[in-house]
Nanobody, 121 residues
Framework: QVQLVESGGGLVQAGGSLRLSCAASTRSFSRYAMGWFRQAPGKERELVAAIDYSGTSTQYADSVKGRFTVSRDNAKNTVYLQMNALKPEDTAVYSC??????????????WGQGTQVTVSS
C-alpha cells in the first residue's frame, strides 16, 4: 500500500509563497506520474498541477499557471509544489496523488491526507 505524506502548508499573506512537499513510500515512485489536487470548502476537488514520471512534462490548471511550479526528485521519492503570488482563492486543502500511468492523465489511485493552505488578504 502506497503512502503519501504532504507537508509545507500553512498560513501566508496574499502575494506570499509556500512550497509543498509530498513524500511517497513506494520504490516504484519514479515509474508514475504525480498530481497535486486541492479542495476548498464547498467546492469540488480540482487538479492544479501534474508531472510525468521523469519530470520532463508538466501540466497546470489555468488558475495557477505562471504562479505554481511542480517538480520531483525521484532519488528522494518526493514531489514538490512551489506556490508563488498566492491569492486568497488559493485557500484549500492540498493533496498529492500518484497515478497508475507514467504519463500525465486523469487516472490516480492513491491520495495523501492533505495539507491546509490558507491565504489571508
Amino acid at each position: 500500500q502506497v503512502q503519501l505524506v504532504e507537508s509545507g502548508g500553512g498560513l501566508v499573506q496574499a502575494g506570499g509563497s509556500l512550497r509543498l512537499s509530498c513524500a511517497a513510500s513506494t520504490r516504484s515512485f519514479s515509474r508514475y506520474a504525480m498530481g497535486w489536487f486541492r479542495q476548498a470548502p464547498g467546492k469540488e476537488r480540482e487538479l492544479v498541477a501534474a508531472i510525468d514520471y521523469s519530470g520532463t512534462s508538466t501540466q497546470y490548471a489555468d488558475s495557477v499557471k505562471g504562479r505554481f511550479t511542480v517538480s520531483r526528485d525521484n532519488a528522494k521519492n518526493t514531489v514538490y509544489l512551489q506556490m508563488n503570488a498566492l491569492k486568497p482563492e488559493d485557500t484549500a486543502v492540498y493533496s498529492c496523488a500518484i497515478s497508475v500511468l507514467p504519463y500525465i492523465s486523469n487516472i490516480y489511485n492513491t491520495w495523501g491526507q492533505g495539507t491546509q493552505v490558507t491565504v489571508s488578504s
